[in-house]
């Protein structure tokens, strides 16, 4: 059997939709990409719903690539903390079941990858098309 080499571009793994508790940062890299650190970031834009304004969130997690180019890694506690104290807003606001789960919505996950010399690379290896 031949094995195929898969590579998964970093990403949130939810393991229970609306339990943060159970997200992961997930990252499978090509070596050959040279990516030293993957800045992770929470976004939400800011926003309003009737006279209720919403301000913009974004929280960043540095991950270092030094001793391999994968990994897993639970989400930091201030991020579990903010998507719940979101959760709890948003549904107390809520006047019915759909709109509970629409700040989901507005939640971003996102990520950027650094070189060496700490500036943005190109993960040209890492983003195929074989993941």
Avoid: C
């Amino acid at each position: 059997m031949n094995w195929v080499k898969i590579n998964l571009r970093p990403r949130v793994l939810k393991i229970e939709e609306n339990n943060p508790e159970t997200y992961y940062f997930v990252w499978n890299l090509d070596p050959r990409d040279q990516v030293a650190a993957l800045d992770f970031f929470l976004k939400k834009k800011r926003g309003y719903s009737g006279t209720n304004y919403h301000p913009a969130i974004q929280m960043k997690d540095k991950i270092s690539l030094d001793t391999s180019s994968y990994g897993i890694r639970k989400l930091p506690n201030d991020w579990k903390s903010m998507i719940e104290e979101i959760k709890t807003f948003e549904a107390t606001k809520a006047t019915n079941t759909f709109n509970r789960f629409i700040f989901e919505h507005h939640l971003r996950f996102g990520w950027v990858p650094y070189d060496n010399h700490h500036k943005v690379t190109d993960i040209t290896y890492s983003l195929n098309g074989s993941g």
